[in-house]
């Protein structure tokens, strides 16, 4: 209890709790879609943030676009699947952001649309290694840097799984497989390193409006997003703002939990 009153008594405010001012960040796949708003969010919230896809052209025009809104953003290249490519991350994000870590946001990740029958080894090795090989190491090598700004809940990873880590989809059945392991991963990291202050949480979202909907047929779009509760797909912004809040001191007593950001699908 000492040690929480101590380290929460910097952000009793309202402003305190409501914000990742002196914060710092790892997004990965931040170029695009819920990746790219998931920087955003946090960086207008007052975090430094490092963001990592494979386009460097693309990072670059975003790195830009993020220098031109003041917001404090920095870039480079990793393919989250490679194990030698998240080490060099991790090495790039202690110069960059000086070796202190708050918060771990693993986002970058594969789909494959196939029917089980069709899915090579290569598919399945490709979907692994990015969705939750690179989760669970990206999170053993925060670790240390996580520790260091740990205590009353102010270090968070946060892991992007997907409802399809719940429901059967037909074609899903690898991407699935991925996305309810990093559920799982979520609740037995979170009771793992509960005891050092790292709160690990994981936010689900349904069908949202990012370049996989774009490529599909919009009355196929349009004929899904009817049969949801809230009747629409939804937006980047909208799984954004979730994952900020777990972030927050304002959740610092919300580890382990997985928070389907769906429009109602999973009830319905
Ligand atoms: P997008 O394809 O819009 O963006 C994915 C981002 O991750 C891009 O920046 C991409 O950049 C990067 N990325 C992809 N693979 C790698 C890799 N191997 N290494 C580094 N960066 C990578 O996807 P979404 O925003 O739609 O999806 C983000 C997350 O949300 C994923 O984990 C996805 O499974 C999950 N999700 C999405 C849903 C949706 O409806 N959109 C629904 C449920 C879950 P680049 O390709 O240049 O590397």
Known sequence: RGEFMAATAACRSMEGRWSLAGSTA????????????IVEELAMLGARVHTCSRNAAELEECRRRWEDKNLRVTVSVCDVSVRAEREKLMDTLRQTLGGKLD????????SMVKAATECTGEDYALVMATNIESCFHLAQLAHPLLLRSAGGGASSVVHISSIAG???????AVYSMTKGAMNQLTRSLAAEWAGDGIRVNCVAPGGINT??????????????????PMQRLGETEEVASVVAFLCMPAASYITGQVICVDGGRTIA
Not at 103 to 110: F, M, P, R, S, T
Not at 166 to 172: K, M, S
Request: charge should be negative.
């Open 26 to 37: 790892l997004v990965t796949g931040g170029s695009k879609g819920i990746g790219h708003a």
């Open 103 to 110: 918060i771990l946001v693993n986002n970058a990740g594969q």
């Open 166 to 172: 719940f429901v059967g989809f037909p074609g899903l």
């Open 211 to 228: 370049d996989i909907a774009k490529d599909m047929d919009p009355e196929i779009v349009k004929s899904q997003a009817t049969q949801l």
